[in-house]
């Protein structure tokens, strides 16, 4: 399943409201959603969007696409560099996690002088 994170139209005539939805990319525009994770109100004169930052980045984590519309207004209302730090230190943490886990070590290790001495094959 396709699964896309786009605007869902409400509000009335010449008065739109948009509502930030998490959706299956086969449903229709105004059609089921999965998930409400935020609105976006063009008319004021600053233009209001409100988005749940851990969802987004959650369903951005598990693959969900957002459409070009809603990636260009959070861009121009600069939400969309901070979800990309948050989504870049969220994978760093799950791979020092996954490093834990495993048993091995975060920072690679430096052969010294003294091993390559003592057990070396450099013979």
Do not use: C, H
């Not at 004021?44 to 969900?64: C, F, H, N, T």
């Not at 870049?88 to 975060?106: A, P």
């Amino acid at each position: 399943m396709a699964v896309s994170i786009r605007f869902r139209r409400g509000g009335r005539r010449n008065r739109a409201f948009y509502r930030i939805v998490v959706a299956d990319s086969r449903s229709p525009r105004d059609g089921k959603f999965i998930e409400n994770i935020g609105y976006y109100d063009p008319l004021p004169d600053p233009e209001v969007v409100e988005i749940k930052k851990d969802r987004m980045i959650y369903w951005l984590e598990k693959g969900a696409q957002p459409t070009s519309n809603l990636k260009s207004i959070l861009k121009r209302n600069k939400i969309w560099q901070e979800l990309q730090l948050q989504l870049k230190n969220s994978e760093v943490k799950s791979n020092q996690e996954e490093s834990v886990e495993t048993g091995m070590d975060t920072e690679p290790r430096v052969e010294t002088e003294v091993e390559t001495e003592q057990g070396g094959y450099d013979d």
